[in-house]
């Protein structure tokens, strides 16, 4: 008896592929080059980085979407039917996402002997109503929010979607790979940092699919996560 191969990837496949692949070595090659760590000692011109690298990466992005047909409303940016949903997933996101990073911190970081994720970077946030505009707008809404959201969920995730056959394992695949890219462009905040930003990319990626693959919901959820974490360092709620 012989076993059918495997088929072999389609053109579509391998175009999808390379897209994935080109705008994962442009988004870490450009967190590698200038992180949200450095931007603190880089005065004017590291503030202007920070937002217009993820202008520069999301018009790459347009540019591959609109070679394909596709548009950002088209993977999730369009008006929400119902406009109270994105908020009220947004808002179911906001506290799985507490409870399941509160869960892993106390669990698996003893095991790993790892020590809870510092906010080093945002050290200088602390009582400074100007940084922390600057980190509140540009960075956390303008670039975090909406950017990453976009770029993560809207073009990463459904890319990965398109790439492998309709299925529940291959929806966990995807759901699982864009947060460990997610994660791992965290890393200059150290393993702790990487590894609570991978399980926010999870619960980030589930809230975009349950609330009906409509990027507002997420968009909002990661908004309020990191307007939190920044506003309890500017209170100095924090251990920095």
Same mark, same amino acid.
Request: proline content about 7%.
């Given at each position: 008896m012989t076993t059918a191969s495997p088929a072999a990837p389609t053109g579509r496949q391998l175009g999808l592929g390379l897209d994935i692949?080109?705008?994962?070595?442009?988004?870490?090659?450009? &967190?590698?080059?200038? =992180? +949200?760590?450095?931007?603190?000692?880089?005065?004017?011109l590291g503030r202007l980085i920070v937002p217009g690298r993820m202008l520069l990466l999301l018009a790459i992005a347009t540019f591959l979407l609109r070679r394909r047909g596709e548009t950002?409303?088209?993977?999730g940016l369009?008006?929400?039917?119902?406009?109270?949903k994105p908020p009220l997933w947004a808002l179911g996101g906001y506290v799985a996402s507490y409870l399941l990073v509160g869960a892993v911190v106390a669990l698996l970081f003893p095991v790993l002997h790892l020590s809870r994720p510092g906010i080093g970077p945002l050290a200088h946030v602390q009582g400074n109503l100007g940084e922390y505009l600057y980190w509140m707008?540009? &960075?956390?809404?303008? =670039? +975090?929010?909406f950017g990453e959201e976009m770029l993560f969920r809207g073009f990463f995730f459904t890319r990965l979607l398109q790439l492998f056959p309709a299925s529940r394992l291959a929806v966990a695949g995807a759901v699982l790979l864009q947060a460990i890219l997610f994660g791992s462009l965290h890393l200059y905040l150290g393993w702790s940092g990487a590894i609570v930003a991978g399980v926010m990319g999870l619960v980030l990626a589930s809230t975009y699919l349950f609330s009906g693959r409509n990027l507002w919901a997420s968009i909002i959820l990661h908004g309020l996560i990191d307007s939190t974490t920044i506003t309890v360092v500017y209170l100095g709620l924090a251990k920095v």
């Open positions: 692949l080109v705008m994962a070595l442009l988004t870490i090659g450009s &967190v590698m080059v200038f =992180s +949200a760590s450095q931007v603190s000692a880089a005065g004017l950002w409303p088209g993977v369009a008006r929400p039917r119902r406009l109270w707008l540009p &960075v956390t809404w303008a =670039s +975090a929010a």
